[in-house]
């Protein structure tokens, strides 16, 4: 990798066509693309995660400080996300021999575990799948990207960070805490949410149902906007 960032308040010269070859883009609401990957803890697929929450997450490269702080951030969460059913995997366009020892040198340094597996996409082929890679910023490391997929590997969320922002662990568990507040309560969860809050009841569509809603005992400021406990 470069060992320095380019920071421009210009407007960017490349355009998408311009960018190299194409990769997918996940969407929301649809199937994760599936793949086999090398990583620290042997061969895993998408599929050896059915059954649980994953958290699949890229980093620009092993041996960076940003990296390292967001590394160990991701240590700190994953007993709160295991208990969630959450499994991590992170990911970069590093071998698998880099991981190891970068993995080993957060250890001697930091007295640090990373308890999750890291796939080393040094082919790009997961990369590309997930659309990982920004051209704009870098058409050799990942940018650092969040898929959140259900156990039923479907994307329910994505997060997108670029290479010189390290990202706040404590919104993707409060990420996983509203996704399963929703699928538990067939609820929306307001701005700044967070457990034990109040949930916002789904708008009703039809007349009927808005008289319905109105004399149900939710806690309702008007007729579109109704929270409850939960
Ligand atoms: C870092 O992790 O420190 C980093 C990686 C790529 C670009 C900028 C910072």
Request: glycine share 6%.
């Amino acid at each position: 990798m470069s060992n320095h960032v380019e920071i421009t308040t210009e407007a960017p010269s490349r355009t998408l066509a311009e960018s190299g070859p194409a990769s997918s883009l996940p969407r929301l609401g649809m199937a994760a693309p599936a793949f086999e990957a090398v990583t620290t803890h042997g061969k895993l697929r998408l599929e050896d995660f059915r059954g649980n929450w994953l958290v699949l997450f890229s980093h620009p490269a092993d041996f960076t400080p940003v990296c390292t702080t967001e590394f160990l951030a991701f240590a700190a969460i994953a007993p709160e996300l295991r208990e969630r059913g959450v499994e991590l995997l992170g990911l970069s366009i590093d071998s698998p021999t880099s991981h190891i020892a970068w993995v080993r040198n957060i250890k001697e340094k930091f007295g640090i575990d990373i308890p999750f597996p890291i796939i080393a996409d040094s082919n790009k082929e997961v990369a590309s799948l997930y659309g990982m890679i920004m051209p704009g910023e870098s058409k050799t490391e990942t940018s650092r990207c969040v898929f959140v997929i259900d156990p039923v590997g479907t994307v329910r969320a994505m997060i997108y960070y670029p290479l010189t922002t390290g990202r706040n662990t404590d919104e993707i568990v409060r990420l996983i805490d509203a996704l399963q507040t929703t699928d538990k309560h067939g609820v929306a969860t307001p701005a700044n949410w967070k457990p034990g809050d109040k949930v916002i009841v789904p708008p009703p569509s039809t007349m009927e149902e808005v008289e319905a809603r109105l004399k149900a005992g939710f806690e309702c400021t008007d007729w579109y906007f109704c929270k409850k406990s939960v």
